[in-house]
């Protein structure tokens, strides 16, 4: 049973900065396909971005494309978001997602969820 744990939300001004990690562990982290979701208040989830065992492959929902990175250090357990110029409609709590298969954009089958981290963007 694989547990995700993130960490770095918080309350952050408009074009403002924040990191995101997801700790892992009770599995093999670098056999899992890594994702961020995000669900606003009123809305269903969306992805965000995915990567994939090696960390060389990445992709981004288009409303986060070039603002948004997504890593891994596979020697950590740990994925990261790194969130650069947010916009108040980045406000979500934020799920990170492991996958033995690659992460679904809809999020459809997801092996593993964490609880999430609020992300608060103030304008």
């Known amino acids: 049973q694989v547990q995700l744990v993130e960490s770095g939300g918080g309350l952050v001004q408009a074009g403002g900065s924040l990191r995101l990690s997801c700790a892992a562990s009770?599995?093999?982290?670098?056999?899992?396909?890594m994702g961020w979701f995000r669900q606003a208040p009123g809305k269903e989830r969306e992805f965000v971005a995915r990567?994939?065992?090696?960390?060389?492959?990445?992709s981004y929902a288009d409303s986060v494309k070039g603002r948004f990175t997504i890593s891994r250090g596979n020697a950590r357990n740990t994925v990261y978001l790194q969130m650069n110029s947010l916009k108040p409609e980045d406000t979500a709590v934020y799920y990170c997602?492991?996958?033995?298969?690659?992460?679904?954009?809809?999020?459809?089958?997801?092996?593993?969820w964490g609880k999430g981290t609020l992300v608060t963007v103030s304008s």
């Open positions: 997602a492991a996958d033995l298969r690659a992460v679904e954009v809809t999020g459809y089958g997801v092996d593993y």
């Open positions: 009770g599995g093999t982290f670098s056999t899992y396909h």
């Open positions: 990567i994939n065992l090696s960390g060389l492959s990445t």
